[in-house]
């Protein structure tokens, strides 16, 4: 942003006794702070989850931001705009799908911002059920 110095002509006085008509032309300057380019990385960590099949549909939402590679950059300058969830009820593996798009910058100070996911196989973002155990008995 620009920010103005607000001088004007008025705020001079002529103290000099051998000039009688003097006039103050002010040229306006101020100050220009231009946002940093230099790449910003926010890690998103999908939340998991493994439950046992019973049934009954089960889910896991959210997600954690990892690490932000600049630390006057922080979690409340961005917003998230998707959906942050896996479920399902069979057996299985359910991924959340969180998407680089689905985040949106709100820092003007910062312009390269790069959100990372962590791919599927990692950690995160998923939700695995798994089937139950069956016991056989003989009588």
């Known amino acids: ?57 089960k889910s896991v939402t959210g997600y954690t931001v990892t690490s932000i590679s600049d630390e006057m950059y922080k979690s409340t300058d961005f917003t998230f705009n998707g959906t942050a969830e896996a479920k399902g009820t069979d057996q299985g593996f359910y991924p959340m799908e969180v998407k680089a798009e689905d985040f949106t910058n709100n820092n003007e100070n910062f312009s390269n911002v790069r959100f990372e996911i962590l791919p599927d196989g990692s950690e995160g973002g998923r939700l695995h059920e798994q089937q139950r155990e069956l016991q056989q008995c003989s009588v």
Do not use: C, H, Q
């Open 1 to 57: 942003g620009f920010y103005p110095m607000e001088v004007k002509a008025e705020d001079f006085t002529n103290n000099n006794e051998n000039f009688s008509n003097v006039r103050f032309e002010i040229v306006n300057g101020g100050l220009t702070i231009t946002p940093t380019s230099e790449e910003v990385v926010v890690t998103i960590t999908e939340n998991s989850a493994t439950e046992i099949y019973d049934g009954t549909e």
